[in-house]
């Protein structure tokens, strides 16, 4: 939610800055700002009506007291009863317009972003260069069938379109991925928490994704005398609102928490041929790094969470690019993000593996998230900022075809194979091996 003190005073700029995300709100912000008004307006009468209230029934009493007639008094009461009574009525019915146009609006981009979409992103920085290959590379569909990692038939015949199994050497590898990234997070600091997959829709709110996007996600029926709850689309719907209500000291900011969790996306995008396979789905696992900041902080982290979002992906010898996103690009909930695109060879292009983003005070407004400033005892609103770390669903494709040897085989990254138990290449013979005896067998 954004700051009204900053509409109030700054309307034209406002307006100008969420255009660039190429959003017209001209009439939203016009239309606040008249509620605003109205607003004030009648908080302003009710507290002097209700005040004047308290004063006439103290005198009740003492005209009593000394035999006057209260006559007048009382009917005064009543007038006022009813005035105020009127006066709450406005106040509510304006209040519920205002507070559902402050939360329609989306967040403020940052100054030095570019106006306009995708045709306006800069990719910064490049990692990583493609391999020379002597032979007739294969795309990751293939491989990950002919190695028996992924079942994309008995996916779709259990729930549909962008569903997949992992399968034996697929599963490990996924598992040693998830691994991988919470192991390294979590040396760095930051706290494991695992969240609830289903969530209530003040978790959607705070997050900025709700109420305009509360189609976007699945719902899970309930009876009329319960909460109704979601499914969660990422782990920062559930973080940023670990704190949400409360007023944290200072001492304890920041906060960093990671959290794994699968994550359910209603619409997965448009199939196109070169997407098939794992690039879009309904259903994929992530590592999400959060941080709950000081105002002066969230830059730092910003940064801070970029490098490592990059650094996760160079540890696995991957091609990949940085790209600073204009801010058309960004969500709604976004004052800047970053994307982290892995190099799929199949495609000749680059797909997002992480996406971080700093969301200001516009979550932590929505959300109520604040701390107290030890010096002068004054309650600010946190900033709060998030990032894959990272998002499995590409990097795995990106391994199987940049990993890739004229054999049919894929070598493991050095990162991952700790995780493997020391394995270093992924074969067809390995189909054949569906029963392994367990190291800790007695037998």
Request: charged share 30%; aromatic share 8%; net charge negative.
């Amino acid at each position: 939610m954004l700051d009204i003190k900053l509409i109030r005073e700054n309307p034209e700029d406002v307006k100008t800055r969420l255009k660039g995300k190429e959003i017209d709100c001209d009439e939203i912000i016009d239309r606040i700002l008249v509620l605003d008004a109205e607003r004030r307006d009648l908080i302003f009468k009710t507290e002097n009506a209700k005040s004047e209230q308290n004063k006439v029934s103290k005198e009740i009493p003492q005209l009593k007291k000394q035999g006057a007639d209260t006559t007048e008094v009382l009917a005064r009461m009543n007038t006022l009863k009813e005035e105020i009574k009127s006066l709450d009525n406005q106040l509510k019915q304006v209040e519920n317009e205002y507070n559902e146009l402050m939360l329609s609006l989306p967040n403020l981009p940052d100054p030095d972003l570019k106006f306009g979409g995708k045709e306006n992103n800069a990719p910064i920085r490049f990692f990583g260069s493609s391999r020379t290959l002597d032979f007739e590379p294969k795309n990751h569909v293939e491989l990950c069938t002919e190695l028996g990692l992924i079942d994309y038939t008995r996916g779709a015949k259990l729930s549909g379109n962008g569903y997949w199994i992992y399968r034996g050497m697929g599963a490990r590898l996924e598992w040693a991925l998830l691994n991988y990234f919470i192991e390294v997070h979590q040396l760095e600091g930051y706290e494991f928490v695992m969240v609830p997959h289903t969530l209530g829709y003040e978790c959607g709110l705070a997050a900025g994704q709700f109420p305009k996007f509360k189609d976007d996600v699945y719902w899970i029926e309930a009876e009329e005398d319960q909460q109704r709850r979601f499914l969660l689309p990422t782990a920062e719907t559930a973080l940023v609102s670990l704190h949400m209500y409360e007023i944290l000291t200072e001492a304890e900011l920041p906060r960093k928490y990671i959290a794994y969790t699968p994550c359910f996306r209603r619409e997965a995008g448009s199939y196109r041929a070169e997407e098939r396979g794992m690039i879009r789905g309904h259903q994929f696992n992530k590592v999400e790094m959060f941080q709950v900041t000081k105002p002066e902080d969230s830059d730092a982290a910003f940064d801070e969470l970029v490098t490592k979002a990059e650094m996760l992906v160079k540890n696995l010898g991957l091609k990949f690019r940085t790209v600073k996103l204009a801010a058309g690009d960004c969500s709604a909930s976004m004052a800047r993000t970053y994307d982290i695109e892995v190099y799929i060879p199949s495609m000749n292009g680059y797909k997002e593996v992480s996406s971080v983003s700093n969301a200001r005070d516009y979550q932590a407004r929505r959300g109520q998230i604040r701390f107290r400033r030890e010096e002068t005892g004054k309650i600010e609103y946190c900033h709060t900022l998030n990032g894959s770390g990272l998002a499995t669903s590409r990097i795995l494709p990106a391994i199987v075809e940049q990993y890739q040897q004229a054999d049919g085989s894929v070598i493991v990254p050095q990162a991952l194979r700790r995780y493997m138990r020391g394995k270093e290449t992924i074969t067809k013979d390995d189909i054949k091996r569906v029963t392994m005896k367990s190291p800790l067998s007695c037998g």
